[in-house]
């Protein structure tokens, strides 16, 4: 089977869950003997200038971004991706509420991470928190709850690793809510700080 180009993992006590975009995991090889080798071998010519298929040609994993969902009172919502300066999630409600969403967008900065959070209603930008310069600093704090997602975030619950490429943001229930989340990322392919096109992670929903 082709394996797609975008991961989520979902993490429960004990148990875990690779899922892809048909939400299998690709089946499992029966075991089969290995064939026997022909009785003469032909040795094929090797050409010195092609490139071995094991070289490093750098991080070209189509797997990038991944999205991984711990569950517990609350959701830890990871990305991951090595090549990313910039992650972003996006949550959004079911049905008539498909158009209410809260977006978060974190970004590596020259001295501190940028961050900013936006709630949406019915499509319409209602509320922006500024956050920037907050992640990771135990000393101030913003953040808030969208007004019908029924889900709360803050500075303090966002963290970011530039070295792995790994972003995590905690979200908060008000009440037992039906979302569905999604993450990307962004990176620097041209110059420092001009962010490249946006990739997408394969969406969880809770519904």
């Known amino acids: 089977m082709t394996r797609l180009p975008r991961r989520l993992i979902l993490t429960m006590p004990a148990l875990l869950i690779v ?36 070289q490093d040609q750098g991080n070209v994993d189509p797997e990038y971004p991944e999205l991984a969902v711990e569950v517990g009172d609350g959701y ?8 990313a300066k ?9 049905g008539v509420l498909a158009e209410d969403r809260l977006e978060i967008v974190v ?18 930008l209602v509320d922006v928190f500024d956050m920037n310069g907050m992640v990771g600093d135990d000393t101030v704090a913003a953040g ?9 975030f803050g ?20 009440e037992p809510v039906q979302f569905a989340v999604q993450g990307a990322t962004a990176g620097w392919p041209g110059e420092p700080f001009i962010l ?12």
């Open 76 to 83: 830890v919502i990871s990305i991951t991706d090595p090549a």
């Open 19 to 54: 899922l892809t975009a048909c939400g299998t995991t690709a089946p499992t090889e029966p075991n089969v003997p290995p064939s026997r080798p022909s009785e003469s071998p032909v040795a094929t010519p090797v050409d010195s200038d092609a490139p071995s298929a094991t």
């Open 155 to 174: 500075s303090d619950g966002l963290t970011i690793d530039p070295q792995t490429g790994r972003a995590s943001l905690v979200l908060e229930r008000v």
């Open 107 to 124: 970004e590596v900065g020259d001295i501190t991470p940028g961050a900013e959070a936006r709630i949406y209603k019915r499509g319409s």
């Open 86 to 94: 910039a992650w972003r999630w996006e949550v959004r409600g079911p």
């Open 196 to 207: 490249g096109p946006w990739r997408t992670t394969e969406p969880y929903s809770t519904y």
């Open 144 to 152: 808030g709850c969208h007004p019908t997602l029924q889900v709360c």
